[in-house]
């Protein structure tokens, strides 16, 4: 039996063997674990693969401008999820140029470029609704707040009885203030 995606990254040494036992079966259903945009690219272009993973649409977009068709779409069991955060180091001596940072990134220069350079979905929709079109707002499911909650976020911290939006809303709100200083999007940006 597989161990709950709730456990995935806190497994015991008997649900690892039951796992690996799992991969090692399923290896001649493997082509290759790709590990960039590019190799999976190629792997379709050249007939190597017919379905994998992606990372949110970004080798989709890649294979079009090659003028290979796909479809996406999100299997039964769901689509994984993952957040990328940036940290400032306590007692940093370029607090300043840390903060700056922050602020660009989650600003419309940086979220439009996450959206636009990756096609990724973006903390910041109100930024972002200034350099998408209607179209690709809504294919990042920038309007669609379930969307996050159906998101299998493993080894995510979700507090009890409340969904990831729930928990990426309280993240929106000026997350790190001093003097003259904050980040996230504020007031105006923040979903109701």
Known sequence: MSPPVSTAYHLSDEQIAVAQKKLIEQRPLIRKYWSTAGELVDLFKFGEVWISNTWAGYQSSLLAAEGIKVVEFIPKENAEGWMDSFMTVKGTTN??????????????????????????????????????????????????????????????????????????????????????????????????
């Open 95 to 192: 607090e300043k140029c840390a903060y700056k940072f922050l602020n660009m990134m989650t600003g419309e220069a940086g979220q439009c470029g996450v959206a636009n350079v990756n096609g990724y979905s973006v903390t910041n929709p109100v930024a972002a609704k200034n350099c998408m079109s209607e179209e690709q707002f809504t294919a990042l499911h920038q309007d669609d707040p379930d969307y996050l909650d159906s998101l299998l976020t493993l080894g995510e911290p979700r507090p009890p009885a409340s969904g990831l939006h729930q928990y990426l809303e309280r993240r929106e709100s000026p997350v790190i203030s001093a003097p003259d200083r904050t980040i996230g999007p504020g007031p105006a940006a923040r979903r109701a």
